[in-house]
């Protein structure tokens, strides 16, 4: 098993600004995945984060928009950049297990 | 690419009901998973399913691979149990990457 801890848990932010979301793995994972989830809406994977490389993006996502860092096998961010009101949305985090998935606390994040 | 549904959107349901959530998806997949998400936004994963069923304490989930669906059943409902409730699946072999259902928000009323 994984326990992921994410952070923040919530917050509020001005438009143009950026956040920058964590999360930590108590064990080493070659694979971390990053998801979104709007308001009404189902999780939409963002990237998936690989240790020692670029992150991968999945259509719509960008880099410039969604900078990844993952220095090591046990932690990465996330940062939402030059933020909108249409940022508004859940962030998560995720690990793959052999036989389930394992998932942060999540980041509600609200853009004013 | 897999599209998964859910059913229904919302339940309302008294304390002590048995509940059944339900959830199809069009592609055939390696496995699916049950997943429960608190007010807060966290998710925790109930159950994975390559087949047949699983039963964890009020909790059952059951799959049939040739009809691609799968139903999530809550025993003896309590008001603990309100949350929203994700159907995901695995969709070939080796991949890691889920494909979510939009959830089903369950209110459990004492």
């Known amino acids: 098993s994984a326990v992921i801890s994410q952070k923040p848990s919530r917050d509020i932010c001005q438009r143009g600004t950026s956040l920058t979301i964590q999360c930590q793995v108590d064990?080493?994972?070659?694979?971390m995945f990053w998801y979104r989830q709007q308001p009404g809406q189902s999780l939409t994977l963002i990237a998936t984060?690989?240790?020692?490389?670029?992150?991968?993006?999945e259509s719509g996502f960008v880099i410039d928009k969604f900078p990844i860092s993952r220095p090591n096998l046990t932690f990465s961010t996330l940062t939402v950049s030059n933020m909108s009101p249409e940022d508004s949305s859940i962030y998560l985090c995720?690990?793959?297990?052999?036989?389930?998935?394992?998932f942060g606390q999540g980041t509600r994040l609200t853009v004013v | 690419k897999n599209e998964v549904e859910q059913s229904p959107q919302n339940l309302t349901a008294q304390e002590g009901e048995f509940i059944t959530i339900n959830c199809s998806y069009s592609?055939?997949?390696?496995?699916l998973h049950w997943l429960q998400q608190h007010p807060g936004g966290g998710i925790v994963s109930l159950f994975m399913?390559?087949?047949g069923k699983k039963k964890h304490g009020r909790l059952i989930a059951t799959i049939n691979i040739q009809e691609k669906h799968s139903s999530l059943h809550i025993t003896a409902s309590h008001p603990r149990d309100s949350a929203v409730y994700i159907c995901?699946?695995?969709?070939?072999?080796?991949?890691?990457?889920?494909?979510f259902g939009k959830g089903t928000k369950l209110s459990v009323i004492p």
């Open positions: 995720s690990v793959p297990g052999n036989t389930e998935a394992f």
């Open positions: 064990s080493q994972v070659t694979m």
């Open positions: 984060a690989n240790q020692g490389s670029e992150a991968t993006y």
């Open positions: 592609v055939g997949i390696s496995a």
């Open positions: 399913l390559s087949s």
């Open positions: 995901a699946v695995l969709s070939g072999a080796g991949s890691y990457q889920l494909t």
